[in-house]
């Protein structure tokens, strides 16, 4: 995964690509880089202005702020249907 500001467009950049299976931790940086090569994994970028970086960050707050309740005994999220506490025998 990338993330860089492009000053002459005042946009930011997000990069990410697959790792397939048959990628071992080793593989350098650049070798993943170039999604010219045959069987490359595949690669998204993301280009948005600072006002939807804004507007992402606020809606994600908001998202993991309306999250599930944790349980007071064991910390594990209460689901809507309910929660097995491994704390409550």
């Known amino acids: 995964m990338a993330l860089t500001w492009q000053i002459d467009s005042q946009m930011i950049r997000f990069e990410g690509q697959a790792i397939t ?6 593989v350098i ?8 090569t045959d ?3 595949p690669i998204l970028r993301i280009r948005i202005t600072t006002s939807q970086a804004r507007s ?7 998202v993991i702020k309306a999250g599930r309740p944790p349980c007071m005994f064991c910390g594990a999220p ?8 491994p704390r409550m025998n």
């Open 21 to 26: 299976g048959d990628q071992s931790d080793e």
């Open 78 to 85: 209460i689901n809507p249907d309910g929660h097995i506490c």
């Open 29 to 36: 940086f650049d070798e993943l880089a170039s999604d010219e």
């Open 39 to 41: 069987g490359a994994p």
């Open 56 to 62: 992402f960050i606020d809606r994600a707050s908001n």
